[in-house]
């Protein structure tokens, strides 16, 4: 596949020299558009796989996932350094606490801006968020020193409605593209990153010229937080197994839906409030469940892998009931962990090799 | 509930139960007037109103063990607004109170094993872990738990409850109301007031629909009446401890504090603490110490170590060391004792009482950034005439870890308060070495020794 993917350093300096700002946001869940409505880049932190894995033990417990430790060990050697602002979404007990760390001990200064998502569906919830928005937007025009262009902020939704049904096609078309899922993936992923326009215009390229998938891998799931690292696909591929359908905190969870809401704010906030069902947004054990067995059966896979990262509380409470689900419904799945910034242990290697014999 | 079933509940709990916890309560008292052949010196002899205190948690399990033939039952978190669910007449349960009976009485190992069989991780809350255990396989000290009508949980604690409760739900089929309260970094706006408000009044619809009946307002009034008072009375307990010596320990306030968490709204908890404070004021005026010989005061941050209560309380009681404070028994304290203390329980007007729950239970402390914790301990350093802090590293509770790191560094570097990072779970002894934590404790009593 000959895709060119502009590394995250460039981007960043690109933005920058154009006199955009930039925000180093970490998982999950938070409104891109408004970023970009300020002109701010958002590029997302999800544990850097090369960080020093020191540098958190000064601040961190061990039993904290690698996400936020390596995240806050990037952030501690100096690597977000040149953005204008921290962003923490507030999606879990251990990024409130990264939240309250960065704000109340580590010395900075750039503005750390938190947003609550809340952990129901209601209108309420909705009109909550919201209104959190509005409160972010404020924060982010007193970072940047400018006013919000309400125009503006509708077009970056219009657009990331596009960048969202454009991940939804590339995930629905994703047999009939003769790629790596390493590749595929890189792809996909580059959305941490690229603004909105540069995203959809490498995946309509990519989508042009990757047909025909030359097929013979068994079609499965991948379920958890991150694919890091990313040896996994390498691994998969490897052994004989592709993915067809994503459950992953970094990509499948977050193909929102377009909201009719005539009001930006509502938008956003619906955007993210009626996105597939996630264990962080506390949607119901039974409805993650069907959404799991559904992905599963629509996407043609096999069976599901649940790649979790060792410490990630709200995956780990979801397991059993989504293993259970899976069973009733006669679909195979298999656990594995894996730290970010660790190789890809064997011991998980041959876990997969075991669970394609299964589904073979 | 049946003519039948209401006989027979009232014989086994009101009758025969009432009767057998009261006498044993009279015979505990009447044991406690001889001096405890065992009793450790360096302690202070057993509270007198300890038979009471075992009186009222017995008699709401035995309520617990017969109250789903009777009335409805909710299952509720430490943290939640439970005052509208007692308003409803719902007899409440809190896992969270179990789970401590579970670690105290060493089950927790056990009652783990069933949830992680089930394929939850150990990793997870060691509370949640054993009440799921419990649940399935049935097994509890308390000889056994009312089937929930309703789940009800809070986020203020933590978002474990939200995972947690979901389950319950999930394995009950009953519905769960959750109040999310959203984390405050900085201070409360009336934004997020409202949002709890407004959750406060759809879990008002649901409780209602459950229990088959409407709230009266005059009945909510009673139950925060009483709640306030249980409060002011609990944090007044809390306050004696400022004198020196210290007249309780964080000891004994870990078990007294069972009344706030599972009574709050009841009279029962009011007339128990009225009493308690009758005895350590009493103990104050006779010069009574939980530590006979104390010479040196410290500050408890996070859950106790369930299983190691006794021994933590001996061991440094053997040296002069007395827990003093506690930030976990102070749950009910600072911001929010303040908004509770300031509620107006006089007027007749629903929609003002049910923004002040909604606030009262933002301003949990877990609720709250790691720096207002910090400065929460500070200022109780300085209340209390404070030695050093003692910071259980809980592997099972994160939003009451995750911070300490740099709360143990600003305490010892900036203050020049001795402090100890002490690692453990309070539930799940498997997570405890206790070498290792002996050791660590012996280190820190040198250090705060040398303390000039």
Known sequence: MDATIPSRQKVMKDHKDAGGFTAAVFPIHYPRPLFRAYNVLPVEVWGPPKADPHLW?????????????NGLSFFIAGGLDGVDMLVVPHCCDTLQGLGSILQNYLPQNKRVLTLYIPRDSREIDINYLAREMKILSGRIGEVTGTELDESKLIKCIDEEDRSNAIVGRMFQQRTQLSCSDR?????IRSREYLPADAFITLVEGFMARAKNQDGGRIPVVISGIIPEPMDIFNSLNGIGLTVVGDDLFTTGRRI???????????RMSEMIIKGPPDSTRGNFLTNRVKYLVDLTKESGARGVIFYHVKFCEPEQFYYPALKKGLENAGIPSVLVEAEIGDPLPGQVVTRLEAFKEVIS | MSILSAVSFNWKVNVLGKAFLRFERRRGEWKMRKPYKKQNPNLAPLLK??????ELISTHYLHGRYADTHKKVAWVTSGAPVEILKALDYFTLYPENHGAVCGVRRQVVELSGVAENMGYNRDLCSYARGDLGSVVSGKTPVGRLPKPD???????????????????????????????TPFIYDKVTEHEIEYVKKQLEYAIATAERVAGKSISLKQYKKVGIYAKDAVLLWNEILDLCKHRPSPISAFDQFFYMAPIVDMRGEDHAVKFYTQVIAEVKQRIADGVGAVTNERKRLLWDNLPIWYEVRRFAEVLAEKGYCIAASTYTHAWGGDMKHIIESIDTTKDDMDYLLSMLASAYLHAILNQSSGYKLNVMLKMVKEY???????????????????????????????GIPTILLEADHNDPRSFSEEQAMNRLAAFIEIVENKK
């Open chain 2, 49 to 54: 109103s300890v038979p009471y205190l075992k």
């Open chain 2, 385 to 415: 005439d404070l030695d050093g802090v003692i910071l259980h590293n809980n592997r099972s509770c994160k939003p009451y870890s995750l911070g300490q790191i740099d709360q143990r560094d600003r305490l010892m570097n900036e203050y």
């Open chain 1, 183 to 187: 590749e595929f993936y890189e792809i």
């Open chain 1, 256 to 266: 929102y839906s377009r909201s009719d809401s005539t009001d930006p704010w509502t």
């Open chain 2, 150 to 180: 309703l789940l009800f949980c809070c986020t203020n604690i933590c978002q474990t409850v939200m995972y947690w409760y979901q389950v319950l739900a999930d394995h009950f089929k009953v519905p769960l109301i959750m109040i999310d």
């Open chain 1, 57 to 69: 033990e000064a601040h961190l417990q061990t039993y904290t996932c690698s996400v936020i430790r």
